[in-house]
């Protein structure tokens, strides 16, 4: 007798119905259509895009600006010692 009970509440049961929380997972996802779908993945492919081209550009820019005022400063001290020079040969002609 107390074997057939232990056997009872050891016994595993299932059960066939639904829960509610089961029943609300069970739901079909909604569909996003083709065209509102391929729109927004175009829409955001050209924003990634285009924030990624500007960067690129304002990179590029900064790296040209730095290098044309680069050369721009050698050659303010080149046109300095060349006109050192001239004043030094001048002096020397004047004398």
Do not use: C, W
Request: hydrophobic content about 40%.
């Amino acid at each position: 007798m107390v074997s057939q009970i232990l056997r009872n509440t050891l016994r595993r049961s299932y059960a066939t119905t639904t829960t509610a929380s089961t029943a609300s997972l069970a739901k079909p996802p909604r569909k996003i259509g083709a065209v509102r779908g391929g729109f927004l993945g175009f829409l955001l492919g050209v924003s990634v895009t285009g924030f990624g081209s500007y960067y690129y550009l304002i990179d590029e820019y900064r790296a040209a600006n730095k290098a044309i005022v680069g050369d721009v400063l050698s050659l303010e001290k080149t046109i300095s010692s060349l006109e050192e020079h001239v004043r030094v040969l001048e002096s020397k002609v004047n004398k």
